[in-house]
């Protein structure tokens, strides 16, 4: 996958057509210790996936589920 952090960006056209925006945000930051799998699976499931996934890493969010991934997931990805 290649993803593109170079520089931040601001074009969230790819939110009008994503799965999250019909859900609350409690299911995308969920309390700590809560399970991630039903976010994940609805990411799994959305067509702006890797749109939502570059914003979330160009713009440096430290928290929620984006594109996919954790928090944790995500600073693995920045860090390869």
Known sequence: ????????????????????????????FP???SSLRDAKRLCGACEGRAACLEYALANDERFGVWGGLSEAERQALRRS
């Open 31 to 33: 309390e700590p210790g």
């Open 1 to 28: 996958m290649s993803i593109n952090t170079t520089a931040a960006t601001t074009d969230t056209a790819w939110y009008d057509l994503a799965l999250c925006a019909q859900t609350g945000p409690g299911f995308f």
